[in-house]
Structure formats: structure tokens, C-alpha cells
């Protein structure tokens, strides 16, 4: 199934530098279970951006929107 990411990003520390706001956007082929196993791991993991994103070393608050977009 296609499915669209909205990530979105406030309160951003990279590199040093501060930023307000910052959203990523992206389209994927990906099966139910990877959006499941996704969504579990965002949720139950506090530092999952930071660990995720070289050069984040803090995010104030943070969201991800899961949609599906239509068939593969």
C-alpha cells in the first residue's frame, strides 16, 4: 500500500542551530505491519528522532501523521 508521512518538527536544535518549525513530507510503498511496527516504536520511544537524525540533538514537540494515498 502507498502511504504519506507528515512529519513535523518544533522547538529544533541541529548542528547548534535553532529552528522553529520543520516539516518532512514523503510518499512510500510499505506494507500494514511496517506501519504498525512505525507507529508502535514512535510512540513508545521518547528519543526516537535524535537518535534517528545526525546532528538533532533536541526537538520541543513533535508529530507523525500516517495516511494511506492509494494502492501499489
Known amino acids: 500500500m502507498k502511504v504519506r508521512f507528515t ?6 536544535l541541529v548542528n547548534g542551530e535553532h529552528f522553529d518549525s520543520v516539516v518532512l513530507d514523503w510518499e512510500t510503498d510499505t506494507t500494514q505491519e511496517d ?4 507507529s508502535e516504536v514512535w510512540i513508545s520511544s521518547q528519543d526516537f ?5 545526525q546532528g538533532l540533538t533536541r526537538v520541543g514537540e513533535s508529530s ?4 494511506p ?3 501499489a
Open 49 to 53: 528522532l535524535t537518535r534517528r537524525m
Open 35 to 38: 506501519v504498525m511496527r512505525m
Open 69 to 71: 494515498v492509494g494502492q
Open 7 to 12: 512529519l513535523t518538527m518544533d522547538d529544533l
Open 64 to 67: 507523525l501523521t500516517i495516511e
